[in-house]
């Protein structure tokens, strides 16, 4: 089945011309130069990728965006003639995963595309292959002197309670409950921040530096929360 793609552009000649090229890349598409038709496009089709532009009539790509990204995942792409580095700023800080400017090239915006989609179906098959692959969740989960109480949110280590923030014990519990399977930071971000998170990877490497303190975890040689060079982390326990 193709994937789904709709063109949100005002400017016609511009719109038939994504259209026609995505089309002809195989692509379903669907378009509109309304921001409000777009919101109501977007929510029947649930298509795999949008490509936003972002002065419409009716509604801002930046709202449209905004809502979106806390409805549904989908993988959104902002066009844009304007070049201020704060636009591009707004525009993936309410959600956007790529940011093009115009005039572009339409063999960049095909690359683009292929990239946001192939990401996307990364995510995806990484989730369903962990699902599938997971074991009856147990009450509380032990490695050596370290315990995490699922019911009650409590994590031990040497029998002493561990002050965790929030996102600390849900990075951790997603770490151990997939014990031993490399995560990649996109995976992690998806597990404990959720899908209409819109920051980056970093965020991760951040909370696992923290955690990593937490639990006794030395920074210069990891050995419960090892880093897993060019892919992401894996937990030894």
């Not at 936003?52 to 003639?81: Q, S, W, Y």
């Not at 597990?191 to 006794?216: A, E, F, M, N, P």
Request: aromatic fraction near 6%; glycine fraction near 6%; charged fraction near 30%.
């Amino acid at each position: 089945m193709p994937e789904k793609i709709l063109v949100v552009e005002d400017e016609p000649s511009l719109q038939e011309t994504l259209v026609y090229n995505l089309e002809k890349q195989g692509y379903q598409v669907e378009s509109t130069g309304d921001g409000l038709a777009a919101l109501s496009l977007a929510r029947h089709l649930k298509p795999d990728l949008i490509l936003l532009d972002i002065m419409l009539p009716g509604m801002d790509g930046f709202e449209i965006c905004k809502i979106l990204r806390h409805e549904m995942n989908v993988a959104i792409v902002m066009l844009t003639a304007r070049v201020d580095e704060a636009d591009r700023i707004v525009g993936l800080e309410v959600g956007a995963d790529d940011y093009l400017t115009k005039p572009f090239s339409m063999r960049e915006l095909m690359a683009r595309t292929k990239a946001q989609l192939r990401r996307s179906e990364v995510i995806r098959e990484e989730f369903e292959k962990i699902k599938t692959s997971e074991p009856a969740p147990n009450d509380v989960l032990t490695f050596g002197n370290l315990s995490i109480n699922q019911v009650q949110r409590e994590v031990f280590l040497d029998d002493q309670p561990l002050a965790l923030k929030p996102k600390e014990y849900e990075l951790l519990l997603c770490f151990a409950q997939h014990h031993g399977k490399m995560l990649s930071r996109e995976f992690v971000l998806e597990c404990v921040w959720g899908l209409d998170y819109v920051g980056d990877s970093r965020t991760v490497d951040v909370h696992i530096s923290w955690l990593r303190q937490k639990i006794g975890d030395a920074a210069a040689s990891p050995v419960r929360i090892v880093t897993v060079r060019g892919g992401g982390y894996r937990f030894e326990g």
